[in-house]
């Protein structure tokens, strides 16, 4: 709410006392929720509870304070804002893989392969062809793995090539299976943004190795804002753009995919339940460290690119708002 955050639950509470409700904190949290996912549970009625408690709180400001007089709005700059997580063992973060052509093509051309003479470097329509020819992959992330907007994400022991990848990221709102992808946005909740930290050191032998290179703790950054899908309602027209230490590396949007996410919950829905606060990642475009960097003449990547110790990585968004940022730290040892 402009500059503020509010207590939803407890502003919830104080808005039903207000109507005269003698049960305020059992009602504000059987309609609300008492964290993200029972509130996505919820679905729209919760959303529009939601909106209307909003609505008291910036009309009568006066009144949002609770029982006890305690404070229920925060300065935004003051509040430590969370990824949109509450029991990682109960969610699935779904990434996918080679979604954009000129992250594709950026990766072909800087394969070490390419640096001979004898292979021609994909264009942006042979890269689309090319993916669309091959079966859909991907990864996923443990929910263990994810960073808080702001947290420090600290370079792990076992890499010297730590990769940033910004990404959107598709909250599911709604249970289901095999589901339709012209049924998308009856199972969208949201949209939020999401970093995925890769390691790149065994890239070129496509080791995945249970997805080590994918999961390590913070590898996978989420938030910090959690736009509702009538608030973005193409969901295959989203920007995002990523920065380095205030250098921007990366700008995508969603429009660009390859397979859009109406074909991804179809594919990743089949024969598996997704449920409420699930994340479905677009993939990324060009610009990361992997496809933009340069090689040495034994094919291997020189560092330059590749994030280290100190360096700030954002991501960000004009349609969703926001900025996720984390910064990199060395290992404690």
């Known amino acids: 709410m402009g500059d503020k955050v509010v207590d939803l639950q407890k502003a919830g509470a104080a808005y039903l006392a207000s109507q005269g409700e003698g049960h305020a904190d ?82 072909s051309r800087n394969s070490p392969a390419s640096m001979g003479k004898e292979r021609k470097v994909l264009t ?109 309602p193409d969901p295959q027209d989203i920007d995002f753009s990523t920065s380095v230490n205030g250098e921007v590396r990366q700008r995508g949007n969603t429009k660009d995919m390859i397979r859009g996410f109406g074909e991804w919950v179809e594919f990743l829905s089949q024969d598996v339940e997704l449920n409420p606060g699930d994340v479905i990642a677009s993939g990324t475009c060009a610009g990361t460290a992997a496809d933009s960097s340069k090689r040495d003449r034994d094919g291997n990547f020189l560092p330059g690119r590749f994030l280290k110790p100190g360096d700030v990585v954002e991501v960000s968004s004009k349609r969703l708002g926001g900025t996720l940022r984390n910064r990199i730290v060395a290992k404690m040892v």
């Open 124 to 232: 942006l329509e042979e890269a689309r062809a090319q993916a669309l020819s091959t079966p859909q992959w991907g990864f996923y992330k443990m929910g263990s793995s994810v960073s808080n907007p702001g947290d420090d994400v600290q370079y792990p022991s076992r890499t010297r090539l730590l990769d940033y990848e910004g990404e959107v990221a598709l909250i599911v709102g709604r249970r289901g299976k095999d589901i339709r992808r012209s049924d998308l946005l009856d199972h969208v909740f949201g949209y939020t943004l999401f970093d995925d930290f890769s390691l790149r050191d065994n890239m070129d032998k496509g080791v995945l190795n249970f997805a080590r290179v994918k999961n390590f703790e913070g590898s996978g950054a989420l938030g910090p804002i959690v736009t509702l899908k009538d608030e973005a």
């Open 26 to 107: 059992e009602e504000s949290e059987a309609l609300l929720g008492h964290d993200f996912t029972s509130f996505v549970q919820r679905g729209e009625e919760a959303v529009k509870a939601a909106r209307q408690v909003l609505k008291f709180a910036k009309d009568e400001p006066g009144a949002l304070h609770g029982g006890r007089g305690q404070k229920l709005a925060f300065r935004l700059s003051l509040a430590k804002l969370r990824a949109p997580v509450t029991e990682s063992s109960k969610f699935k973060i779904m990434c996918i893989g080679a979604n954009f052509a000129d992250h594709f093509v950026g990766l």
